[in-house]
């Protein structure tokens, strides 16, 4: 099953590369398990993760810690 990726785009990989250019490395280390990749930012973040807490899909979660906290508390 390909991984919907979540990712904070107010990280700071992201801010310093752009969103174009860090989906686009994450296409080509990942080339066939990626379903979509979508930036967020605070509350939209939160509320993606709720969005998939009970969906059947693979997620991957990008940011920092206040990121992953928030994640791993979902």
């Known amino acids: 099953m390909p991984y919907t990726i979540l990712i904070n785009r107010n990280s700071g990989r992201v801010l310093k590369e752009g969103r174009?250019?860090?989906a686009k490395k994450l296409r080509e280390v990942l080339p066939e398990q990626i379903e979509s990749?979508?930036?967020h930012s605070?509350?939209?973040l939160a509320?993606?993760?709720h969005r998939y807490a009970n969906?059947?899909?693979q997620l991957i979660i990008g940011?920092?810690?206040g990121t992953l906290a928030?994640?791993?508390s979902i």
Do not use: H
């Open 42 to 44: 605070g509350k939209s």
């Open 47 to 49: 509320e993606a993760m």
């Open 37 to 39: 990749i979508k930036f």
């Open 20 to 22: 174009k250019s860090f």
């Open 70 to 72: 928030t994640a791993a």
């Open 55 to 57: 969906a059947d899909a």
């Open 63 to 65: 940011g920092g810690d």
